[in-house]
Nanobody
Framework: QVQFVESGGGLVQPGGSLRLSCAAS????????MAWYRQAPGKQREFVAR???????NYSDSVKGRFTISRDNAKNTMYLQMNNLKPEDTAVYYC?????????WGKGTQVTVSS
């Protein structure tokens, strides 16, 4: 199965920005609809954004207008540009296929928004 590795997280102040990356292990990545998910402490994993193979995008209401998902199929990589970050965006961020069967979940990347 294709494996995904997330990176780019960190500690940022409210209103700040971060860019997350999701690197895929195989070039078949380009044919997948991919998505970002996040899981805050004590909460279930939730959908953040997705991007199709034709680069059509969709966002959760909580991040719409602040986050931008993109992909570079030549690099087998997906990105999540996060602007105007809020404390409620604090979570571990994961990437995976949108459609089943999904790959095993990676370790994710921690995003902490705090002053």
């Amino acid at each position: 199965q294709v494996q995904f590795v997330e990176s780019g997280g960190g500690l940022v102040q409210p209103g700040g920005s971060l860019r997350l990356s999701c690197a895929a292990s195989e070039s078949i990545f380009s044919s997948y609809t991919m998505a970002w998910y996040r899981q805050a402490p004590g909460k279930q994993r939730e959908f953040v954004a997705r991007i199709g193979s034709t680069k059509i995008t969709n966002y959760s209401d909580s991040v719409k207008g602040r986050f931008t998902i993109s992909r570079d199929n030549a690099k087998n990589t997906m990105y999540l540009q996060m602007n105007n970050l809020k404390p409620e965006d604090t979570a571990v961020y994961y990437c995976n296929k949108w459609y089943s069967p999904q790959s095993d979940w990676g370790k994710g990347t921690q995003v902490t928004v705090s002053s």
